[in-house]
């Protein structure tokens, strides 16, 4: 059983009918009862995803610094930060999943090797304005190159 490991990593998002996919070289790790990712979005700004079970946490860093916590069936505060502008950010998870092919022990609540997906949908308010309704995938599978 591996509790870690390099990762290429997708991302596909849905935007208000509007879709992107985003293809990433990363790593995962497990950690207590939690799975983390990391990654490089763009050359000045990093991700983790840290999941555990029924909770979704996602932090950027670097150019952009956001904050981000989905819980379903919930309204969660983060923040977003750059350069130019600081504000609130609202999400309103509507869900959150985990499928994957293999699981850790018998029971575990997360999977012990790739390849797993997460899968959320949220509704985000910036100000208390509606600005988006969002379905996000990430699919992590092993990085056999590295």
Do not use: C
């Amino acid at each position: 059983m591996n509790d870690s490991g390099k990762a290429i990593i997708m991302i596909e998002s849905k935007a208000d009918g509007e879709k992107s996919t985003h293809k990433h070289k990363g790593e995962w790790f497990r950690k207590e009862r939690s799975l983390y990712i990391r990654y490089a979005e763009s050359e000045s700004t990093r991700a983790i995803v840290r999941y555990s079970p029924g909770e979704l946490f996602l932090k950027r860093s670097g150019g952009v610094q956001s904050e981000q916590l989905f819980v379903p069936g919930q309204t969660r505060i983060g923040t977003y930060r750059s350069a130019l502008t600081t504000f609130e950010l609202e999400t309103r998870t509507k869900s959150l999943s985990l499928q994957a092919k293999a699981r850790g022990d018998a029971g575990a609540a997360l999977p012990s090797m790739p390849p797993f997906t997460l899968d959320w949908r949220y509704e985000l308010y910036v100000s208390e304005q509606l600005s988006g309704r969002f379905h996000i995938r990430l699919h992590l599978q092993e990085d056999h190159e590295a």
